[in-house]
């Protein structure tokens, strides 16, 4: 079995098999605390140069999306720009490293959300009202965002927003800033860059995952979707038996017991779209009904008919009919639908970057496509990305080490005349694995171990918490020098 680190990550590349994490030097907290700009500093922004950097102009880098792959790279290039082993790479810096200049840069990440919202947790934070408390965490209230823990030269600030569209000849985005309308042009607000980064991620429908952009609005949302699951009387059918109706069906039956919970699923086997071994999926299905959950496999829904109640339940509402294709019946008062495909956020990337799904064609150092203007200064991570491998935060957080070192090699070419061509990390191919939580215990599959489930496999995947605190503390969130909470 792996270590829970190293689960989250994936397969290691060359370089960080080499060198093992160690304690690092605490942060210097800079003399003078910036205030940390705010929405309306953009187009101040705007006015600066950002052509030369002989002087000590700060290199502009916007990152799209602050969830692990955007916040994966803001940080890490934070900690390379102030001479600092980044935080998700080898904590051994080499001689070279040591002697490496400090590099002045701005480091802007815009998100459509107030927060960073840990997406893995989901099927928990629309079960349990405590913790969807937990599982979102407003970026003013993210200690590792804060002003006065950013190093003097490298600075991050949050803007709420939606990137509308990307110029790359000319390096400008334009954002539609929160409590805007869409279709409101003119509100839009032009930011200059020298780098950017897309770690969007995939559109997803609910409740798959809740869909206010700030925390307030997001507690209603979770605390109305549990409350109407609670209520139902004919139980809650999931429909889907990929990874997310698996988690979400487990959730719901652990957080309420009393609850009849049911997954369908079209296929005789669950997880049928991954590219996993039969025996992982038959796993999943056993720990599944272990919870008890009932399961209909091979069951493909038809249609659902509306039934009004006998008696007044205090919902108010009726229930459900489910009809399925093999002439199957069941009520039920509640349907979640786990079976929509999710979509690339990359609507605002030009279409020549993308392939045909919407997935952005990067190279190995995870630039964008060659024939792409300045390709070399365009990023892309995470899930919206185009590359082998099952969607994981593991492999986003991974992504964003990498390009926050590929960034950075190229602001060293700029500022140290000697310096060499930048060397790239590049990303090698990605097996399919996967680590999944049905209830108490988790099923895995890792090439190297094959198929492993449990409670310790729980544990050494999601800790406690579906993962919160892996995450929060992977990124270090807390701070860069504050110790890792158990
Ligand atoms: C229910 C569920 C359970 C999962 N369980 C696991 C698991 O157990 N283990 C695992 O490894 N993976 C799991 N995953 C997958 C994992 O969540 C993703 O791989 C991960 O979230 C990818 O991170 P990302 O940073 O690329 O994108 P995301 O986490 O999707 O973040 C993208 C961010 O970009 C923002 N954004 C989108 N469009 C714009 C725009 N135009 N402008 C500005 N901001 C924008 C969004 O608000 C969001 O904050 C699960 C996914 C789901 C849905």
Redesign the pocket.
Known sequence: MCLPLCS?FGRKDKQQQQQQPEEVDPVPVPAAVPEKAKMGSIVEDIEIAVASHATNTPFKVLV?????????TALNLQDLCSGRAPRCGPQTQTEEQRSQPNVAVDITV????DG??H?????LALASEGYAEKAWAKFDEVPALQPQTCSPDAKIRTIQ????SVDLASKTAA?QPHGTLAEDVAERVEIKYDYLVA??????VFP??PQS?RRKQYLFEAGDHIRSVTNARHGVAVVGGG??GI??AAELKLVQPQLKVTLVHSRDKLLSSEPLPDETKDKALELLRETEVDVLMEHRLDRTEDMKDDDHHPSGKGHLKLHFTNGHTMLADHVVWAISK?VP?T??LPTETLDEEGYVKIQPSLTFPEHAPNSGDHFA????VHWSG????????H??YYAANNIHQRMLQKVVPDHQKPADLELAEIPPM????VGKKAVSYWPQSGTASGEDVMKA??GDD??FTICWNHLRLGGYDVKAAA
């Open positions: 989250w799209i999306g602050g969830s692990y792959g955007g916040l994966s815009v998100d459509e959300r960073f919202y997406l893995i947790g989901s099927p927003g939606s990137v509308r954002i770690a969007s991620g995939l559109r997803r798959v995952v952009l990874a997310v988690e979400m999710s956020t609507s605002y991570v995470g899930d919206l099952i969607k994981r935060c593991g492999a986003a957080m992504m964003g996967i680590g999944l939580a995947f999601f579906l993962g």
